[in-house]
């Protein structure tokens, strides 16, 4: 997000955690702190092969609680990022089942993974790819959805079950414009998906 009110909105909406992108190539791009930052929801920084030391300067200027990595970023920076004490998710695009093994080896140095759409950049690209896969995926790593979620989703992401799945990931389905989101069908979204998912627990 990159607009001061929009993002105070959002956060009263009820987002648990709004995200800032800090890749420059990105039109949602965040090149400095917005005159509001989130102070109840968790701030989380996402970076496309950043270095520890960029990572670490923009999580000071933006009091990031959490990174999210869609890069081809190493286990190693994630365990050093921890150290550090923030989360780490760490973003997997997905095709086919077998792409699930890649998971493996960050087992032990993420705190959640992301499956998303592949596309030609990094994340973004407003489509959702086979939800079916995740059937394959018996990591012990909580898993956010993330690719072509739109208010029309509600009823799908009900139907969906998996013992790690964790979250979602909300992005261009819910904008006016890159990085500003309609806050009322954001709000109006979320609360028919907690009414619909308190049915199915």
């Given amino acids: 997000m990159t607009e001061a009110e929009n993002i105070r909105q959002v956060e009263q909406c009820g987002a648990d955690w709004i995200g800032f992108i800090c890749y420059n190539r990105s039109p949602r791009f965040v090149p400095s702190a917005p005159s509001y930052l989130p102070q109840r929801a968790k701030r989380i920084g996402v970076f496309v092969n950043a270095c520890y030391d960029d990572i670490m300067q923009r999580a000071d200027e933006l009091g990031l609680q959490g990174v999210q990595l869609h890069g081809s970023e190493p286990p190693s920076l994630c365990r ?37 759409t592949p596309c030609a950049g990094h ?14 995926y018996q990591g012990s790593i909580p898993f956010l959805l993330s690719g072509g979620l739109r208010p029309e989703s509600v009823d799908t992401l009900a139907a969906f079950a998996h013992p790690r799945w964790a979250g979602i990931d909300l992005n261009s389905g819910f904008e006016t414009r890159p990085g500003l989101k309609d806050a009322a069908a954001l709000g109006y979204f979320m609360t028919q998906l907690r009414k619909k998912l308190s049915i199915h627990i």
């Fill in 80 to 116: 050093t990022l921890q150290m550090e004490g923030l989360a780490v998710i760490k973003a997997f695009a997905l095709n086919h089942a077998d792409e699930l093994n890649t998971t493996t080896e960050y087992a032990d140095a993420c705190d959640f993974f992301l499956f998303d």
């Fill in 123 to 136: 994340g973004g690209s407003g489509r959702m790819f086979d939800w079916q896969l995740l059937h394959h």
